[in-house]
């Protein structure tokens, strides 16, 4: 899962980053309000955590504009301790939760799952059906009738994208911004190795679903009733 963080205390925001990225979340952290809203409307996210006070366009704006854009992102705004306002005027302008500041990692943990498991995107619980597999994108499983896997996060990220993007193609440029992110050094031969490894992992588990490339454009998930 993709997830933005708007934060400008830099020491912050990496430590939150870095924990993140433990517990499976790809994260790109944004250091002020404008460049949060320029991530923010490139729709690749699965969520945002929003500072309030932050330079350049502060939090609230930046909500106000994203939603005005149409983005509908789940996200969870950062308030001061106390500042009961920020929270209501918050919320009322799209925020789907807040945490105060100072916080401990265990509850923004179990907030974002929270919020994970409300996206749009994800019906029956939170499993994915496509053809003759299931996906649980949150730990990562990939099962048939018969069979399953455990997926890492980049091939459960790809399929992912696939499953929801289907019938429309998937481009190694948008594998790239949302799984390993936009300042990434990532090239078009690490997706090409992910792709590999999943359709592997794929016939291990006995489904007839192939990821077929189309030439230069991308990826479509093909599926067969074999």
């Known amino acids: 899962m993709k997830l ?27 250091e002020d309000g404008e460049t949060g809203l320029d991530c923010l409307l490139s729709g690749i996210y699965d969520i ?88 649980n994108p949150y730990t990562c499983m990939l099962t048939t009738e018969e069979y399953s896997i455990k997926l890492t996060n980049k091939e459960a990220g790809i399929l992912e994208m696939l499953v929801i993007n289907h019938p429309q193609l998937s481009t190694k440029e948008s594998f790239i911004e949302k799984l390993w992110g936009f300042d990434s050094d990532a090239e078009d031969k690490h997706v090409e190795i992910q792709i590999s490894l999943l359709r592997k992992k794929l016939k291990q588990v006995h489904s007839h679903t192939q990821i077929k490339v189309i030439r230069r454009l991308g990826y479509l998930l093909e599926f067969s009733t074999r």
């Open 4 to 30: 933005l963080l708007v934060e400008d205390e830099q020491m912050l925001a990496e430590a939150v980053a870095q924990m993140l990225k433990k517990d499976g979340y790809s994260v790109d952290i944004a």
């Open 48 to 135: 945002a955590v929003l500072d309030i006070m932050l330079p350049k366009k502060d939090g609230i704006t930046l909500l106000k504009q994203a939603r005005t854009e149409g983005i509908d992102t789940p996200i969870l705004m950062l308030t001061a301790k106390g500042e009961l306002m920020d929270r209501v005027e918050g919320l009322n302008n799209g925020a789907d939760d807040y945490l105060c500041k100072p916080f401990q990692y265990e509850e923004l943990l179990a907030r974002l799952r929270a919020l994970g498991r409300r996206k749009k995107e994800y019906q029956n619980e939170g499993l994915l059906t496509a053809g003759d597999f299931t996906l």
